[in-house]
């Protein structure tokens, strides 16, 4: 298979980059400003990394571009890139509300814009959004964060409805508390609290994430459109 992966140099991101070359398949990722990640990345596991903010609409656009010459077709997207932030309802300014809804959502609005229209063309294909538990039951301190994880279910249902006659699934996978470093300003107490509420009493690992885009993205799924799958240790239950 061909793979698109936003945000591969880290985590979640990189799991899935690694997950999908181990299983010999064509992978070309994105990322904003990692550059020493993307180099080592590369050599590490033989992927293509571009450089390119999703926040922009014309980077997209280029990135898309290289990608498709370098991979010929599109398979698989994987929507990962993200980023987040604690504060306060009433303290979060605009500039970080825009910084964490044109990530998390427009961004990947604007990457699944310019593989659809490949997909489509194909008349097959697998969209995979990494939303988050949070986008299904909301979190405090994260109000952009969750309305813009709960605006990434939307899309999924909505574009799954709209590209299914072409022969292309969409699907989005909501992780629980995963060990990356997304969540390094959280100590180790806050940690050992969030395991302690998991039902699992563990946070995830990357890895567990990426196998199960790696279902999703495989003919096992291919009856499965639309789907919000948790992967969360039971958090969300
Ligand atoms: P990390 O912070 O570890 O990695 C984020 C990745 O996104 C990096 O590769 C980063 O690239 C890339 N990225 C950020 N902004 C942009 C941008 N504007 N354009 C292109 N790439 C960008 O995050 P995680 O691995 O923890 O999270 C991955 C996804 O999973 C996110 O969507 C997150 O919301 C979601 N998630 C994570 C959970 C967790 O507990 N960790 C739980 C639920 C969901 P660079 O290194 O170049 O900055």
Known sequence: MKVLITGGTRGIGRACVEAFRDQGHDVVFLYMQSEDAATELQSDTGAIGIKCDI??????????????????????????????????????????????????????????????????????????????????????????????????????????????PSGITVNCIEPGVIRTEMNAVLNDEALDVLAEQTPLGRLGEPSEVASLALFLASDAASFITGQCIGIDGGFAI
């Open 55 to 164: 926040r922009s609409s014309d980077e997209v656009s280029r990135a898309l571009q290289c990608a498709a010459d370098r991979l010929g077709e599109i398979d698989v997207l994987i929507n990962n890139a993200g980023v987040s932030s604690f504060g306060f309802f009433d303290s979060i300014s605009d500039e970080e509300w825009e910084r964490i809804i044109d990530t998390n959502l427009t961004g990947a609005f604007y990457v699944s814009r310019a593989v659809s229209r490949l997909m489509i063309s194909q008349k097959r294909g697998k969209i995979i959004n990494i939303g988050s538990m949070w986008g299904k039951v909301g979190a405090a301190m994260e109000v952009h964060y969750s309305a813009s994880k709960a605006g990434l279910r939307g899309m999924t249902m909505a574009l799954a409805k709209e590209l299914g």
